[in-house]
């Protein structure tokens, strides 16, 4: 079957392009707020690995101020990670899987949040 030559310019737009803007919609002050509810009792509240409860884990928890190791991650890897927990992408089975709970939307949010803490962006 083949598309009208509009209709597959729509598809290219909505497969290619739009995970792009997707990643740009996130909003950082939102992101923000439920990382500090969320993963700061393990990350910190400030992102360095040092929320109150990391000291009795057995995996410290990542740093996300480190600039070099988060700027080696892409966005979506960052989002599998919160979304999928740490098991499910090789990382620390302590990491909870967060999808069941927040919306992609508020992943997407954290995403942008954490990209600020290290200032890196992939």
């Known amino acids: 079957m083949r598309l009208p030559f509009s209709r597959m310019v729509w598809f290219v737009v909505m497969v290619f392009l739009m995970p792009s ?49 988060m700027g080696k ?22 990491m909870p899987k967060w999808g069941g709970i927040l919306t992609d939307q508020q992943i997407m949010n954290i995403v942008v949040y954490i990209r600020t803490l290290s200032g890196s962006s992939k």
């Open 73 to 94: 991650l892409t966005d979506q890897q960052v989002f599998n990670t919160i979304k999928q927990g740490g098991e499910a992408v090789g990382k620390s089975p302590i």
């Open 21 to 69: 803007v997707a990643w740009s919609a996130g909003d950082a002050a939102r992101g923000k707020q439920k990382y500090q509810e969320l993963c700061g009792a393990c990350h910190g509240q400030s992102g360095k690995g040092d929320g109150p409860t990391a000291a009795v884990l057995p995996v410290k928890p990542r740093d996300h101020t480190d600039a070099d190791y």
